[in-house]
Each structure stands twice: as structure tokens, then as C-alpha cells.
């Protein structure tokens, strides 16, 4: 049993391999976020095996091919750059992952046992008389947590093993001595959500990070306001008040929600003929205020009959006799009115109105609408229904 267990371990025994240099980062690997001790059991869950042939995964599935494992991982086991496999393998992709660079190959290897008495998370522990390697994530006195691969044979990872520094002591290689203290070996994450709002001209977002470490758990886009319209921009006048309603979309085509993401505010009144602001207030995950405008206008007024006279026609008016300031009556001898003529009158309690010198025999097309004036400006009706008739 004692040869079938050497056998085993020495398995794990490495030779150097000379490569190309690769230059050394203060942390290439996570890009200057703290690595935490969960951050790394979340990447190879305890129970699983570090093959595959993918140093960055793992699989569910143990290895039974050791006999026939190269460095470069050919037989399935994965390999720390072509150069470790194994248990030393995941043990230095562990340091790699927390301080980046190059462990095999630039860690300062103590090959004294007193390298016990500071040794700190982060460390490679060389033991078993040169057949097996762990990655060290606390150091209690004389006890020493860690984490390793291999202990059975089959590539399994396993995690919040101990051992204390005496029975280390008794089958002592090396200490391969991590470039500082590992400070996320004790970090616990405290993930809080920061939201840099979106406006009218910019994206937001939303992102999840540690308020220690700074490390971004997730990160996710608030798409800016696209659009903000209402149901309609012109209401004829009935005496009733008049709310058109607001739509509000990002530039994904998203419909954002009334008083989640904005309030709406309207002018006072707005039965009569005039105009009105209505401001939409960006609230929630967006910022910002955009004001948009509606108008009453005229209720229409429309051509009862039209008599023909010679070179002149008399209108008969349907009238508007509520919020109205007077009519324009248009004629034209063009059904398009490509060409026309305006005759305004300025009583709307006018019910007649004659148009003289037109020319005889001749079809005139003749259409009206209401208008209102209200301070310095006139708001009118849409035009009524077009009539014809010939002069005589």
C-alpha cells in the first residue's frame, strides 16, 4: 500500500522546462481586483477535478491516465503553461490567479524549513518529500489551511484542508514564497449596488462592487431615453380637459414605466383654445426633464350650402360659436387648392359670407375653419369638408 501511495504522489514530481520569458504584472490575471478565497472555490468547486485540458475549468470527471501525463497535458490533465501539472500545476494557477505573473517559473523557491515561520496565504508549499504541492489560504499558529489537487490520484480538487507545520516539517521540500501577504485570503466580499443614472443623451449603469476590495461582481447597462411623446399634440376644443398621454422609451425600444421611471406634470386648465407644457421628470435609475407642448384648437366649422350667383358665391356657414374668434373661408378654382384665395371674416357669429369677383361659369371649390386669437397669436380648426359649386 506504502509503494502504491509513492507511486502515486510522485506523480506529481515536475521537471523545469525553459521558455520564453513572460513578462511579470502586478496582477495580469484579474486585473487588479482582490481575488477572495470564495472567489476561487467558485471557480474550481471542491469535489471537481482540474483536467480537461483547460487550466482555467475543471470537469466531473476523474483522471485515470497518469502514467502516460506529459507537462503539456497531452494525456488530459491540465498544465500551468506547459510547465506544471497536477498538484503543482493547480497550485501554482492559484497564485497566478491572485498575483498574476509567472509563480513556476519567478517565486523565489526557501528551501529551508524555516520558511514555516513566515509562511502566509498565498504560498506554495513543496512536501511529501518533493511529491506534492498545496496552496496555502490561512496560517493559524501551527495549523495551515489549504487547498490542493491530486491527493488521490485522480486530479480531484479539494478545499479548507488542514495540516500543521510539524507534519510539514516531517516531509519538508520547498517553500515557494508568493511577491507579497495575500490580503483577499480573509476578505469577505460586501457587494453593494452603485447606479450612475441615464439621461436623455447618455447611458447609465448599474454596477454590483465590494466596498473593500473594489472588485465588479456584475455590471449592466441603463440605456438612455430615446424618445419621450405624447398621444397627440393638437385636441379639439369640446370644453372638457384635455390629458394626452406619455411615452417614454430607451434606445433599445424599451417602453419605460410611468412613476417608476418618470413623473408627468400638466399645465392648469386646458379646456380652452391655447397652449400647454407638459414636463416629463425623469425619477429611478434616469435623470432629467424634458418639457413638450399640446394645443386646443377651434372646434371646425363646415360649409352648410354654397349658392352660385353671377361671377360671386354666397356661403351658407355652419358655426363654431364656442372658443371662436372668426373664420377663413379658402376658395379655389383647383380641387387640390393648389391655387387659392382667402376670405377672412372676423365675426363667428357670422352664418353667411359672399365671395365676389369670381370668374363666371367656372367650378370653385370651397372649404372653412375656425380660428381663435388668444393674446398675439391665432390657433385654428382643421378644415371642414370641401364643397363645390358653379358660378353662373
Not at 8 to 21: D, H, V, Y
Not at 202 to 209: I, L
Not at 216 to 234: F, R
Request: proline residues 2%; hydrophobic residues 30%; aromatic residues 10%.
Amino acid at each position: 500500500m506504502k509503494k502504491r501511495l509513492l507511486k502515486i504522489m510522485s506523480l506529481c514530481l515536475l521537471t523545469a522546462m525553459i521558455i520564453t520569458a513572460i513578462p511579470i504584472s502586478a496582477s495580469a490575471a484579474n486585473t487588479g481586483e482582490m481575488i477572495t478565497v470564495a472567489d476561487l472555490k467558485a471557480k474550481y468547486p471542491n469535489g471537481k477535478y482540474w483536467n480537461g485540458k483547460n487550466a482555467e475549468t475543471y470537469t466531473s470527471t476523474p483522471c485515470n491516465h497518469h502514467g502516460r501525463c506529459s507537462f503539456s497535458g497531452s494525456c488530459g490533465c491540465n498544465t500551468f503553461k506547459g510547465q506544471a501539472i497536477q498538484c503543482m500545476g493547480f497550485a501554482y494557477q492559484l497564485g497566478y490567479l491572485v498575483f498574476g505573473g509567472n509563480p513556476y517559473r519567478d517565486w523565489r523557491k526557501n528551501y529551508s524549513v524555516s520558511a514555516l515561520n513566515t509562511l502566509k496565504p498565498g504560498d506554495v508549499i513543496r512536501l511529501n518529500h518533493n511529491r506534492h504541492s498545496i496552496f496555502v489560504t490561512a496560517v493559524n499558529g501551527e495549523i495551515v489551511t489549504y487547498a490542493d489537487c491530486n491527493s488521490d490520484g485522480h486530479c480531484i480538487i479539494r478545499w479548507d484542508k488542514k495540516i500543521t507545520k510539524s507534519k510539514i516539517r516531517a516531509s519538508f521540500s520547498y517553500v515557494a514564497v508568493a511577491p507579497a501577504k495575500w490580503t483577499g485570503a480573509s476578505h469577505t466580499h460586501n457587494y453593494k449596488k452603485q447606479v450612475t443614472k441615464a439621461t436623455l443623451t447618455k447611458n447609465g449603469k448599474v454596477v454590483e462592487k465590494c466596498t473593500g476590495c473594489q472588485k465588479v461582481k456584475s455590471q449592466s447597462t441603463i440605456y438612455k431615453v430615446a424618445s419621450i411623446k405624447l398621444s397627440a399634440t393638437s385636441h379639439s376644443y369640446n370644453g372638457k380637459q384635455k390629458t394626452p398621454t406619455v411615452t417614454v422609451k430607451d434606445v433599445e425600444g424599451n417602453i419605460l414605466k410611468k412613476d417608476k421611471d418618470y413623473t408627468v406634470t400638466y399645465s392648469s386648465g386646458r379646456k380652452t383654445v391655447g397652449t400647454y407644457k407638459v414636463t416629463v421628470k425623469m425619477k429611478g435609475n434616469y435623470s432629467g426633464t424634458k418639457t413638450l407642448t399640446f394645443k386646443i384648437i377651434p372646434r371646425a366649422a363646415s360649409v352648410n350650402k354654397l349658392t352660385a350667383n353671377k361671377k360671386e358665391i354666397t356661403v351658407k356657414l355652419n358655426r363654431s360659436l364656442q372658443q371662436s374668434s372668426g373664420y377663413q373661408i379658402q376658395y379655389s378654382t383647383k380641387k387640390d387648392f393648389a391655387k387659392y384665395e382667402t376670405k377672412t371674416i372676423s365675426n363667428y357669429q357670422t352664418s353667411f359670407a359672399t365671395i365676389k369677383n369670381l370668374k363666371s361659369k367656372k367650378t370653385y371649390y370651397v372649404r372653412v375653419r375656425t380660428y381663435k386669437t388668444v393674446g398675439n397669436k391665432k390657433y385654428y380648426s382643421n378644415w371642414s369638408t370641401v364643397k363645390s359649386v358653379k358660378t353662373k
